[in-house]
């Protein structure tokens, strides 16, 4: 049976189809790798605007405080709570699962919601800034 023509021409058209695959799947993975920060570079990102006393009560929730005083760890909450907040992000981050440049477009996700914050809330800069 192998030896047949009819083999022949079945195997031959299997490796047109398999280099054919290789060749698309070759081409996608670096286009998947332009694609995902450019939907990422795209997202706009929305940080509210709170007075520093209406930011301290939510900041301090989301944390969870169990009566633990804030002192220097407040502005670390604040950032917490400000990153977290949008959580449609997360539904961004959903949209990209299993696919390749994912972990690159969380870190490119994170650095501009680090950056929106400390451009919203300069106090919180340097704190912005260890997180990035």
């Not at 290789?22 to 286009?31: F, G, I, N, T």
């Not at 209406?54 to 917490?80: C, F, I, M, S, Y």
């Not at 977290?84 to 959903?94: K, N």
């Amino acid at each position: 049976m192998e030896g047949s023509e009819e083999f022949r021409a079945v195997a031959a058209v299997a490796a047109r189809r398999s280099a054919a695959v290789r060749e698309a799947v070759r081409e996608a993975v670096p286009r998947r790798r332009r694609e995902v920060p450019a939907r990422i570079a795209g997202e706009p990102i929305e940080v509210p605007v709170l007075a520093p006393d209406r930011l301290t009560e939510p900041a301090v929730e989301h944390r969870g405080n169990r009566g633990e005083p804030a002192g220097p760890w407040l502005d670390r909450w604040k950032v917490g709570h400000l990153v977290h907040r949008p959580a449609r992000y997360d539904g961004v981050l959903d949209e990209l699962s299993g696919r390749t440049g994912r972990a690159a477009a969380e870190q490119l996700l994170r650095r501009r919601i680090h950056t929106a914050v400390s451009e919203a809330y300069p106090d919180l800069a340097q704190e912005c800034e260890r997180r990035s």
